[in-house]
């Protein structure tokens, strides 16, 4: 069974910084993508960052220059370093792998998501 665990959440005043982490577990065979995404309380969960298996990065334009995305790939583990944090940041973050099983296509798994409260 698949697990994704996040940490490094927390309140953090605006201009400050966080990281997160994502670490992946259980029946993998390969992880290809992995992202962050977030949900805004009454808005729709939103792309944050992704990055490949080779680390091609891809953000969202609101995180651009503020935002890095990077990866472990021996750890299963993948990070975003948050900087010049927003009250508009604020948001439950999810942590998403795509696992491929070999010729089939790759499968979605999600974290249980971590808080960030940026405070004005």
């Known amino acids: 069974q698949v697990q994704l665990v996040e940490?490094?959440?927390?309140?953090?005043?605006?201009?400050?910084?966080?990281?997160?982490?994502?670490?992946?577990?259980?029946?993998?065979?390969?992880?290809?993508?992995?992202?962050?995404?977030?949900q805004a309380p009454g808005k729709q969960r939103e792309s944050v960052a992704t990055i490949t298996r080779g680390s091609s990065t891809n953000y969202a334009d609101s995180v651009k220059g503020r935002f890095t995305i990077s990866r472990d790939n021996a750890k299963n583990t993948v990070y975003l370093q948050m900087n010049s944090l927003k009250p508009e940041d604020t948001a439950v973050y999810y942590c998403n792998a795509k696992i491929s099983y070999g010729t089939s296509r790759p499968v979605d798994y999600w974290g249980r998501g971590t808080q960030v409260t940026v405070s004005s």
């Open 7 to 38: 940490s490094g959440g927390g309140l953090v005043q605006a201009g400050g910084s966080l990281r997160l982490s994502c670490a992946a577990s259980g029946g993998i065979f390969r992880i290809m993508d992995m992202g962050w995404y977030r």
